[in-house]
């Protein structure tokens, strides 16, 4: 993985911009995994309760990327655990950021990929084979977008279109 990339450095380089490009998602997420900081490419999911598109996709090359996943925000039942972070690491996944729930912490912290989430549940999710791969998921009020680059760090979350 590249040196991490401080988001309030890249804050602060923004600071007094109008480009919209740059933008900063809400600070609600919270890190559960290995990697405290992590950044790449994006990649998208938009899925409810429902992990089958996360699970086939972090068996896939990552190549450094970063999977964001539009849960809805539910917290009722958990989109990654223990296995598929270790998918997830073994692939060349970066991280994954979950706008809703995780499971298996004890395995995500000892998974060397990044994972951000907004909660934690025990409970899994369904298995209905539902959701969208590489379609714009709009996350805490921002829309991320396949292709856009995602940095994240004990400091929050930043998307901007292209790598800084």
Request: aromatic share 8%; proline share 5%.
């Amino acid at each position: 993985m590249d040196k991490p990339v401080s988001t309030c450095d890249l804050c602060d380089r923004f600071r007094d911009s109008d480009d919209s490009g740059f933008r900063v998602l809400r600070g609600v997420f919270r890190s559960y995994g290995g990697r405290a900081a992590f950044h790449g490419p994006v990649r998208t999911v938009r899925c409810f309760e429902d992990n089958s598109v996360l699970r086939a996709l972090v068996q896939t090359p990552g190549e450094g990327r970063v999977i964001v996943v539009d849960g809805g925000a539910s917290t009722q039942r958990a989109l990654l655990g223990g296995n598929l972070a270790n998918f997830a690491a073994s692939n060349g996944w970066a991280g994954v950021l979950i706008n809703g729930a995780v499971r298996d912490l004890a395995e995500l912290r000892a998974a060397n990929v990044g994972v951000f989430a907004l909660g934690h549940c025990p409970m899994p999710s369904q298995k209905r084979d539902e959701g969208q791969l590489d379609q714009p998921v709009r996350v805490q009020g921002e829309w991320v977008r396949p292709g856009e680059w995602l940095y994240a760090d004990e400091d929050g979350v930043v998307v901007y279109p292209t790598a800084l």
